[in-house]
């Protein structure tokens, strides 16, 4: 079966002055599927997902999203077409409510301008009262949020801030969503909530994710494939069950057995 | 106490005034403002037309520097941008008040996207010099290009007309100016309810995610530069008029930096905050220099030691609420309407 990747990424590379971080990772994403990139601390997960969000632009290769090539585009027109994003160290607009930062999520998707802001009649009305609905119902009542919609980001505990921020790459509607480490610190009842969460997102709502996280146990039970990565380079890439059983993956994390 | 205040609809729950108390005190507000010229004298009027160009031009900063983090220190010399082109097209072309008003507004939108552009480049201090560039510029160019500016001896101007009715009195001028500062207010407070002023607020929270959302964060900084310097436009047209006179002394550096005083006595980001630091910084001066008119005649010497005692006092009252309020007026007073929600009981 050959289903166009939604996600294709071709031999990029990136250096920080003399330090590679990247050297030629090259994978694909399938729609529909979760795809988890995992490696030791510095291997330069994280810099992958800033190279497909924008945030670095990579020395060499390209990325392919539906089949575009975006490798030169900018990381707000990235967010426009589908590319959403979440945070290691959660990345919330602090001085808002937990139902601003949502709505902030779904900026592309309004037209509101300027001018028709001020007035706040008409269209703009209209608009933001749309949005209000879409967000209560496709993704509030979702992630079970309801009752700190009010409330300041700032002061909520950090499970539930993890959460928020799913919740606003969700109001972004977005065609592929890549989360960085979605549990790290989370206890075990929130690091269930939150796995359940990314199965019926991708279950429910046709969204693509591209995951990195350290938890194996969550890794091993939602991703469909697994990609690991050791000094910025591929070092295998298959099913969790393939990957496990990897001699390379069980080089990089156990060491080499000696003599 | 306030109970039973359920919203059946995302409209009512959106909405600005959201219960029946607020709106029956904001219509209290808004007739004891209509009665209010009635009431009192020139000197009241002239002061509350003052303080009403000041909450514009406020509430204008308050949405660049308190909402999309972008310090300015170049906002008088916007202010000035729209009070000379008030009075050049009013004494030059004879245009009527009602077409300087937009345009006095549109003038200073446009230099501010241009003081603005930077802002692709630079963050924070950086920025805040650049403004103060700015303001440095056109406070030369007031002073110096004589032949359109008048130079320091300024423009006098013609007062207002308004379908054909002179505004020549404070009295009058005070239905013209409360009128547009209300439009001004109610414009700010709605821009906060839209995708842009939230798209501001992000910027100044956490710029990165904010391009990450898909905020293009060059288009709304300029956005931000546009409507800061509209409003200031539109406050330096009515000043125009107030004063029928316009010289570079109106527009210095300390007026910025009066400005900047406004919205963080008042509270950043908020538009309610512009308000009440303006009404602080305009009126608690005077009310000095009335406290001090009591001293008058009792002892020469004891007058020439009070008369600078007073800026003393002024700075220490700004420094007092920054210590113990850092979150300005606006704060202070969400507390105490958040004691009078459950008053009389306590928990």
């Known amino acids: 079966m050959a289903t166009q990747p939604i996600l294709s990424v071709e031999g990029i590379s990136l250096a920080f002055g003399g330090l590679k971080v990247l050297s030629e990772v090259s994978f694909q994403v399938n729609p529909g599927e979760i795809y988890a990139i995992i490696g030791p601390n510095g291997a330069g997960k994280t810099s992958i997902l800033n190279c497909i969000g924008g945030f670095y632009r990579p020395s060499a290769g390209r990325i392919l999203f539906g089949g575009e090539d975006i490798t030169r585009t900018t990381p707000d027109r990235r967010a426009a077409r589908g590319l959403a994003r979440t945070f290691q160290n959660i990345a919330l607009f602090r001085g808002m409510t937990v139902l601003d930062n949502i709505k902030l999520g779904a900026h592309a998707h309004l037209k509101t301008g300027l001018a028709s802001a001020l007035m706040y009649w008409g269209p703009a009305h209209r608009e933001e009262m749309a949005l209000r609905e879409r967000v209560e119902h496709e993704v509030i009542d979702f992630l079970e949020i309801e009752p700190i919609r009010k409330q300041a980001v700032g002061s909520l505990a950090y499970g539930l801030q993890k959460r928020v921020e799913l919740a606003r790459a969700l109001a972004m509607e977005p065609k592929v969503l890549l989360m960085d480490e979605p549990v790290a610190g989370m206890n075990a009842e929130e690091t269930e909530d939150m796995a359940r969460f990314v199965l019926d997102i991708k279950e429910e709502r046709d969204i693509t994710i591209v995951l990195i996280e350290h938890d194996m146990n969550v890794i091993m039970d939602i991703s469909d494939r697994v990609m690991v990565v050791n000094f910025g380079q591929k070092i295998a890439e298959g099913t969790p069950d393939e990957v496990q059983h990897h001699p390379e993956v069980i080089k990089a994390y156990l060491g080499e057995k000696k003599g | ?347």
């Open chain 2, 1 to 347: 106490m306030r109970m039973g205040d359920f919203k059946q609809t995302y409209a009512a729950d959106e909405a600005v005034f959201r219960s029946g108390t607020v709106r029956f005190w904001l219509v209290v507000l808004l007739l004891a403002m209509a009665a209010f010229p009635f009431m009192v004298g020139p000197y009241l009027l002239y002061m509350a037309n003052l303080t009403g160009v000041a909450i514009i031009a406020a509430v204008g900063l308050n949405i660049l520097t308190g909402a999309a983090g972008q310090i300015s220190l170049g906002h008088a010399a916007f202010v000035g941008i729209g009070a000379y082109t008030s009075a050049i097209l009013t004494t030059k072309l004879g245009l009527p008040f009602l077409v300087c008003l937009p345009l006095s507004g549109l003038a200073a939108a446009f230099f501010g996207i241009i003081v603005g552009a930077p802002s692709m480049r630079m963050k924070g201090l950086y920025l805040c010099i650049a403004t103060l560039a700015a303001q440095v510029i056109f406070d030369f160019i007031f002073v110096h290009w004589t032949s359109v500016t008048g130079g320091i001896r300024g423009i006098n101007v013609p007062s207002a007309e308004l379908f054909g009715y002179k505004l020549d009195t404070e009295f009058k001028m005070y239905f013209v100016t409360i009128p547009i500062m209300i439009a001004a207010i109610t414009a700010a407070r709605n821009l906060f309810r839209t995708r842009v002023g939230r798209a501001f607020i992000a910027i100044r929270d956490r710029d990165i995610s904010a391009e990450l959302m898909g905020i293009n964060l060059f288009q709304y900084k300029l956005y931000a530069f546009a409507a800061s310097s509209f409003y200031a436009g539109v406050a330096g047209c009515l000043q125009v008029y107030l004063l029928r006179i316009v010289t570079p002394e109106h527009f210095p550096l300390h007026e910025s930096i009066r400005y900047l005083a406004m919205i963080i006595v008042g509270g950043l980001g908020s538009v309610l905050g512009s308000i009440f630091g303006a009404i602080f910084m305009t009126m608690v001066p005077e009310a000095l220099q009335s406290g001090l008119a009591l001293f008058q005649g009792m002892d020469d010497k004891l007058m020439s030691y009070l008369f600078p005692l007073q800026t003393v006092v002024f700075g220490l009252l700004i420094v007092v609420f920054l210590v113990f309020e850092p979150h300005g007026l606006a704060e202070m007073w969400r507390r105490v309407k958040n004691y009078f929600r459950l008053w009389p009981f306590e928990h």
